[in-house]
């Protein structure tokens, strides 16, 4: 199915951020926030989503990064919302458990129409280089209030910051991918019930 692409703007008193996302693309990312590690956490999402993913994210990184990354959050959960559109056909549910040397993350998603996270992460350290990662948080809060979808993450086990959270990302993106993946057996059909989400 062609068009399932979304482009989404964000501008306001702290950030300017452009998002497009492709559902059907082929992995790309170019993201540029002014963050690297952020940046090398949402290639991980484009690559294991299978979704061609650009951001570009001016923020006001001299306060400190938190404007800039629930921005980011906020602005891909609307460019994907929108890419799914009536939500016709997808699989709805996806999961992924993906393992980093030591690092064990599970994350579950559902495109309910209800937002809610639960994030069970305990990190082994409060900063990756100068990135604080209690943001993570905050991004995912951001995608799934305007993604409008429940999401589970859980970091089952891990010694290293950096691993648990690279996991984490890469789960994201390959339960992602599953969920909005196409069903042929169910190409017209909103996978609900109450036939809407």
Same mark, same amino acid.
């Given at each position: 199915?062609?068009?399932?692409?979304?482009?989404? @703007?964000?501008?306001?008193?702290?950030?300017? *951020?452009?998002? /497009?996302?492709?559902? #059907?693309?082929?992995?790309?990312? /170019?993201?540029?926030?002014?963050?690297?590690? &952020? #940046?090398?956490?949402?290639?991980?999402?484009?690559?294991?989503?299978?979704? @061609? *993913?650009? *951001?570009?994210?001016?923020? #006001?990184?001299?306060?400190?990064? +938190?404007?800039?990354?629930? @921005? *980011?959050? %906020?602005?891909?959960?609307?460019?994907? @919302?929108?890419?799914?559109?009536? /939500?016709?056909?997808?699989?709805? $549910?996806? +999961? !992924? $458990?993906?393992?980093?040397?030591?690092? &064990?993350?599970?994350?579950?998603?559902?495109?309910?129409?209800?937002?809610?996270?639960? $994030? !069970?992460?305990?990190?082994?350290?409060? +900063?990756?280089?100068?990135?604080?990662? #209690?943001? %993570?948080?905050?991004?995912?809060?951001? =995608?799934?209030?305007? !993604?409008?979808?429940?999401? +589970?993450?859980?970091?089952?086990?891990?010694?290293?910051?950096?691993?648990?959270?690279?996991?984490? =990302?890469?789960? =994201?993106?390959?339960?992602?991918?599953?969920?909005?993946?196409?069903?042929?057996?169910?190409?017209?059909?909103?996978?609900?019930?109450?036939?809407?989400?």
């Amino acid at each position: 199915m062609a068009g399932r692409t979304a482009s989404v @703007d964000r501008n306001t008193l702290e950030t300017l *951020i452009k998002v /497009k996302v492709d559902l #059907d693309g082929a992995g790309e990312g /170019k993201i540029q926030t002014g963050l690297s590690f &952020l #940046d090398h956490m949402l290639d991980q999402v484009a690559r294991h989503g299978l979704m @061609d *993913i650009e *951001i570009e994210a001016a923020g #006001d990184l001299h306060v400190d990064a +938190h404007h800039t990354v629930e @921005d *980011i959050g %906020i602005t891909l959960g609307q460019a994907v @919302d929108q890419a799914v559109a009536d /939500k016709k056909g997808i699989r709805r $549910y996806g +999961h !992924a $458990y993906v393992p980093l040397d030591e690092a &064990l993350a599970r994350v579950v998603i559902d495109f309910s129409g209800r937002p809610s996270l639960v $994030y !069970a992460v305990d990190l082994a350290r409060t +900063h990756v280089g100068e990135f604080e990662v #209690d943001l %993570i948080e905050e991004f995912m809060q951001g =995608f799934v209030n305007h !993604a409008r979808v429940t999401l +589970h993450i859980d970091s089952l086990r891990g010694r290293n910051a950096h691993h648990q959270i690279e996991s984490v =990302f890469k789960a =994201f993106g390959r339960a992602l991918r599953m969920a909005v993946e196409l069903d042929p057996r169910s190409a017209n059909v909103t996978p609900s019930t109450k036939g809407t989400l």
